[in-house]
């Protein structure tokens, strides 16, 4: 049985922390200024991470990265924008612009690799599509945010200057790094990995704190959060028929199916957190959060038994690849 992810536990324990503790008074702006220098160092280190050459040598399977770029960002956004239309009174306006928001992330890079490799899929595609889907969303995030949102007439939206000064800005800066930097942060990837969830914490616990000294849990009740985690388990149920189904029509192999499934599946949490908080007003995004961070584990919980389906049916036909044990 898959088990609960570890960084749940410590994002819930931060969340706990917020509640009974959140930062107040002068310590606000210290902890203001302290996120969004983290925020800018971990999009500088994801820039001096993701090596372009992944995209390039993959670019020859060019279908299969459409499809899942398209789902990650046509399909996901236009689900979340039908759902909200025909449940819009189950949850309140700042949690569907959560949902919403979570429809306009990126996907993952680790989790969809090492799914799609234990399912026996297409390991060097998912690493392509992977880097690419993320490269992308620096820059498509924002303005899908904004597209979505605008559409039902919500705003929200920090001033775009914060945009590209927080996340376009250090993602290029860290790109330009690369030919420097880029193999040392490869190399000592579990450190920076340690880094980067660090900096996670210390944005929700920022957000949270925000959130709860507005009444975040008088707004919220916790009944709502079971409503929360439905919506979160419909939209990925529908985004892994829609791939699984869909890469057949389009005449995908198996280990190609998979690797849309995987990769096209998934929603970052690792950038979502740190866009939330420049996306969205100080005193909304612990709510707005709320989906991803359900949507993390859910989707963990999900993908983990699918991909360890895929390789049981697999292992008869003798297809299991010798890089993908």
Known sequence: MPKLDPFLLCLLATVALATVIPCHGAAVPVFQWLATVVIALMFFLQGARLDRQAIVAGASHWRLHLVILATTFVVFPLLGLAMRAAFRPLLAPEIWQGILFLCCLPSTVQSSIAFTSIAKGNVPAAVCAATASNIFGIFLTPVLVGLVLSMHGSGGGQNPLDIVYQLLLPFIAGQLMQPLIGAWARKNKALLSLSDRGSILIVVYTAFSSAVVEGLWHKLPLSALGLIACADGLVLALVLLATGFGSRALGFGR???????????????????????????????????????LYHQIQLFVCAILARRFSASAAPEGTVAPDAA
């Open 255 to 293: 280990a190609d199916e998979i690797t849309i499934m995987f990769c096209g599946s998934k929603k970052t949490l690792a950038s979502g957190v740190p866009m939330a908080s420049v996306l969205f007003p100080s005193a909304t995004v612990g709510m707005v959060v709320l989906p991803l961070i």
